[in-house]
């Protein structure tokens, strides 16, 4: 297969066939990317593993990175119906990404990255892609080289960020626990966002239960705070951590 070069080319003009709430709503590509400068890009399908394990988690947390880098909007096109992709979403919980339905595959075939995918049940698809698009015009384009099964190599959301700015250093990552309306747990929450360190929240009750947490830390108190790997603590370890001579967060 070979992809078209439509670096310095138009998005494909689209209306896409959207399900907000109870309500249809329909969405240009002019209102995606005119006056704006956007990160699509493209998984093979919603509920994929690749796509839901790495691509699109991996491009909402960096989303405050990218904004930091004058990127308005991070948005996922892929090849499914509307009530999919909104499941899809849910699930994610990525409300840093706006999700957008192909339904009918026209903004991927205008794009020249319709794929057959029969030989897994999924018919057309997307090839797998991300792209850099300034006021509807596109300036990059990262296509994943042309290998069988589902190559995951320069679509992903750190490929995109060095290409945006190359002195870019990742962050460690960071999780919380906590538990519902707990005071020490939002003071937590509340110094990982003034540090701007994007976080994954497991919510006890919800995400897992004091068991675990006993498992895992020892304790049984909420919060318990995890960056780069390394056990913080609670809240109090967390401030003294985040004030100590050598972080460098």
Same mark, same amino acid.
């Given at each position: 297969? #070979?992809?078209?070069?439509?670096?310095?080319q138009?998005? /494909?003009?689209?209306?896409?066939?959207?399900?907000?709430?109870?309500?249809?709503?329909?969405?240009?590509?002019?209102?995606?990317?005119?006056g704006?400068?956007v990160?699509?890009? %493209? @998984?093979?399908?919603?509920?994929? /593993?690749?796509?839901?394990?790495?691509?699109?988690?991996?491009?909402?947390?960096? #989303?405050?990175?990218?904004k930091?880098? *004058?990127i308005?909007?991070?948005?996922?096109?892929?090849?499914?119906?509307?009530?999919?992709?909104?499941?899809? #979403?849910?699930? &994610?919980?990525?409300?840093?990404?706006?999700?957008?339905?192909?339904?009918n595959?026209?903004?991927?075939?205008g794009m020249?990255?319709?794929?057959?995918?029969?030989?897994?049940?999924?018919g057309?698809?997307?090839?797998r892609?991300?792209?850099?698009?300034?006021?509807?015009?596109?300036?990059?384009?990262?296509?994943e080289?042309?290998?069988?099964?589902? @190559?995951f190599?320069?679509?992903?959301?750190?490929?995109?960020?060095?290409?945006?700015?190359?002195?870019? &250093?990742?962050?460690? %990552?960071?999780?919380i626990?906590?538990?519902?309306?707990?005071?020490?747990?939002?003071? #937590?929450?509340?110094?990982?966002a003034?540090?701007?360190?994007?976080?994954?929240?497991?919510?006890?009750?919800r995400d897992?239960?004091?068991?675990?947490?006993?498992a895992? !830390?020892?304790?049984?108190?909420? /919060?318990?705070?995890?960056?780069?790997?390394?056990h913080?603590? *609670?809240?109090?370890?967390?401030?003294a951590?985040?004030?100590?001579a050598?972080? !460098?967060?």
């Open positions: 297969m #070979a992809f078209n070069d439509m670096v310095a138009k998005v /494909p003009s689209v209306t896409f066939h959207t399900r907000q709430g109870d309500n249809w709503v329909d969405v240009t590509t002019d209102e995606l990317f005119n704006k400068k990160v699509p890009f %493209s @998984p093979p399908g919603a509920f994929t /593993p690749t796509c839901s394990s790495t691509h699109l988690p991996r491009y909402n947390e960096l #989303a405050g990175e990218f930091k880098l *004058g308005d909007d991070i948005i996922c096109v892929s090849v499914n119906d509307t009530f999919v992709m909104n499941a899809w #979403a849910a699930d &994610q919980e990525c409300g840093n990404i706006r999700i957008i339905p192909d339904g595959d026209e903004f991927t075939k020249g990255r319709l794929v057959g995918k029969e030989n897994l049940g999924f057309p698809r997307s090839w892609y991300s792209m850099l698009v300034d006021n509807g015009t596109i300036v990059k384009i990262f296509d080289p042309e290998k069988d099964g589902d @190559p190599e320069v679509s992903d959301a750190d490929t995109m960020i060095r290409y945006l700015d190359n002195n870019w &250093q990742d962050k460690p %990552s960071v999780a626990i906590t538990k519902p309306g707990c005071p020490h747990c939002a003071k #937590a929450k509340a110094s990982l003034e540090r701007g360190l994007a976080y994954e929240e497991i919510i006890l009750g897992a239960s004091m068991t675990s947490v006993r895992i !830390t020892g304790r049984e108190t909420a /919060p318990q705070v995890f960056i780069g790997g390394q913080i603590g *609670g809240n109090d370890e967390l401030q951590h985040l004030n100590s050598e972080c !460098t967060l």
